[in-house]
């Protein structure tokens, strides 16, 4: 009970014994042995008193600050990753954020390693200090087998899970970026206390993590929530999955970048070709052109934004959710995703489906890879505080 005590802990920040009693569905004496437990050991400590519901108000409780545990976690989309070290109360201890890292490219496994190594050395924390490594990346990744089996089994990253902890003897779990993104929400977003959603990335790609009755839906070969592969594209570019016709390659950010740097090489005029000279990342100039009114720049994410609505309508067809979040940094774009989004939803689907469905942008965005891969330490290995 100590770990899903720890985990709930984590994850609210404070909660009073009542909060516990309701959220585990044990009894208070057996909630309140615990917490006594956890006291005595410094393991948490009181903050203070929950808001009152009539009588007095109740104690809470949180995670010790002082406690020196930490958590690694390398967030990685197609061409960047972020490398974050936090303590268990969400505080950012050293984060390098966008390293240049393809994951096509040959050496990417020993990139990756080499940045780990970077920024252990820098933080100068003991290993013993660390209770565990989460990598979210994209991908066929398989949690329980810990493989990412978009890879052969031969390339570095097929088994890239195995090589961290082989290099630094630190336990490690991998997941699906998506997959993370939808923990995130239901954790800390608009998907917290909601029995229903959807949680759509918005990134490079399209990806989709998939929420039912309070849990992350993986399906059958641990898979679900390939919605970028939904062949709904007149398109005849080629996808990433080697395919024609997905939905990714007219309603990525990928997409919308495409598409502006051809408008551009048609002499339209774009403050986005001055921009990108000083963003090391195309999406950060995409969305600061987008900022200050760049017409070419919207234009094309009203595009993607009219696709994604079309994929939503589908989604909203065959699951029939409470709320669809766009999360991923597409979610910065919201204002003007949003209106083409519900534009195609009107068109494309039925009123009596839709109208019970909400589309939301979650506030999250690129934060949430992040949270959401921290996530699965805590779920794995936040018990590692006990024994040490």
């Not at 890879?369 to 505080?385: D, F, H, L, S, W």
Request: glycine share 6%; charged share 20%; proline share 3%.
């Amino acid at each position: 009970m100590e770990k899903e005590i720890l985990k709930n802990l984590y994850f609210d920040s404070a909660l009073s014994i009542a909060e516990l009693v309701k959220k585990l569905a044990k009894s208070t004496p057996s909630i309140t042995k615990v917490i006594n437990r956890l006291l005595e050991e410094k393991i948490i400590i009181e903050c203070g008193f929950a808001e009152s519901t009539g009588g007095r108000r109740p104690i809470q409780f949180a995670i010790n600050p002082a406690l020196d545990f930490y958590i690694l976690t390398i967030s990685a989309d197609q061409h960047f990753s972020t490398f974050t070290l936090t303590d268990l109360n969400h505080h950012a201890l050293l984060e390098h954020r966008d390293i240049p890292l393809e994951l096509k490219s040959s050496n990417s496994s020993d990139l990756l390693l080499n940045e780990i190594e970077r920024l252990l050395q820098a933080s100068a924390v003991e290993k013993d200090k660390i209770i565990g490594i989460g990598l979210s990346m994209p991908g066929f990744v398989n949690s329980e087998l810990g493989v990412n089996e978009s890879y052969t089994y031969n390339h570095p990253l097929y088994k890239i899970k195995g090589s961290i902890e082989a290099a630094y003897q630190i336990a490690t779990v991998i997941e699906n970026d998506s997959r993370c993104i939808a923990i995130a929400e239901k954790e800390f977003g608009l998907a917290k206390d909601v029995e229903h959603s959807l949680i759509i990335n918005l990134n490079w790609g399209v990806g989709l993590g998939i929420i039912i009755n309070g849990t992350v839906f993986k399906g059958e070969s641990g898979f679900a929530g390939e919605f970028s592969h939904i062949p709904l594209s007149d398109n005849n570019t080629l996808c990433s999955c080697g395919k024609r016709g997905c939905l990714e390659v007219e309603a990525s950010l990928n997409a919308a970048i495409r598409n502006t740097e051809n408008d551009i090489q048609k002499n339209e005029y774009s403050i986005y070709s001055t921009l990108v000279k000083s963003n090391l990342n195309k999406i950060d100039a995409l969305i600061e052109a987008s900022n200050v009114g760049d017409q070419i720049a919207i234009n094309n994410l009203g595009k993607i934004g009219y696709m994604l609505g079309k994929g939503i309508s589908t989604l909203i067809h065959i699951l029939n959710p409470k709320q669809i979040i766009v999360s991923g940094r597409g979610a910065e774009l919201g204002r003007i995703l949003n209106p083409q989004i519900q534009i195609a939803i009107n068109e494309f689907c039925i009123p009596e489906i839709a109208k019970t469905t909400h589309i939301q942008m979650s506030a999250l965005n690129k934060q949430a890879q992040i949270k959401g891969t921290a996530a699965i330490v805590v779920e794995n290995y936040i018990n590692k505080i006990l024994t040490k």
